[in-house]
């Protein structure tokens, strides 16, 4: 089975800390991907990657930056952390080509800044 | 970009079939259209994908109409274990990020 991990299920914060989510998958996938998930609002694509080194913009980019200097592991980071990046934070990979949808979720961070 | 809407809720009852359907009236020729489930507390899982015409597997059924515009998973016989969140997922095979859409999630309540 696809396995895809996250460092931490839940994780406190203060306002203006560097926060490091990371995530690891054990199927050598080419792409990676990081969503947030809030109520209402669905999952929306913050960045993604689809080879080592190599990042594109989701559609909320903002204030986040990544990192995937390994095939295995794509990591997200808030430069400064802020209340309203208080959220659900989803980490997926996946195959390249046709099969770039489907998608393999890890069980989530649930980020909380005070 | 491909915009999916799909309903907010629906609620039906153990032993039927339910069929949610999305909307993506501006899906790309060669979109692939994805559907997942998600319980909460976990991440979302994927259930089928196709690109026309029908898909079954052993979980759901995916009808494409010939225009594409939508698309219906359908659930054979549910039991209460389906209550869940179910996306779909309008993708762009052009590896452009930002056209990796979900649709809002459709909530189905599965009553004994």
């Known amino acids: 089975d696809v396995k895809v991990t996250q460092s931490s299920r839940y994780l406190v914060k203060r306002t203006g800390e560097k926060v490091f989510l990371e995530c690891v998958q054990d199927m050598d996938h080419e792409n990676m991907f990081w969503y947030r998930q809030d109520p209402g609002l669905g999952l929306r694509l913050i960045y993604f990657?689809?080879?080592?080194?190599?990042?594109e913009k989701g559609d909320i980019p903002e204030g986040y930056s990544v990192s995937r200097e390994k095939k295995e592991r794509f990591s997200l980071i808030l430069e400064s952390a802020s209340t309203n990046q208080t959220s659900m934070y989803l980490c997926a990979s996946s195959f390249g080509g046709p099969r770039r949808n489907e998608q393999f979720f890890g069980p989530g961070t649930r980020l909380t800044v005070l | 970009l491909a915009k999916t809407t799909q309903p907010i809720s629906m609620d039906s009852y153990e032993g039927q079939e339910v069929n949610i359907t999305c909307s993506h009236n501006n899906i790309a020729t060669n979109d692939y259209i994805t559907w997942y489930q998600q319980f909460p507390s976990q991440g979302p899982r994927f259930i089928i994908q196709g690109y026309k015409t029908k898909v079954t597997n052993e979980v759901a059924s995916l009808f494409i109409p010939a225009d594409r515009k939508s698309s219906t998973l359908s659930l054979p016989r549910v039991s209460l274990s389906d209550t869940a969140v179910y996306y779909c997922?309008?993708?762009?095979?052009?590896?452009?990020?930002?056209?990796?859409?979900f649709g809002g999630g459709t909530r189905v309540l599965v009553k004994p």
């Open positions: 990657s689809y080879d080592v080194k190599m990042k």
């Open positions: 997922l309008v993708g762009d095979t052009k590896a452009a990020g930002n056209k990796l859409t």
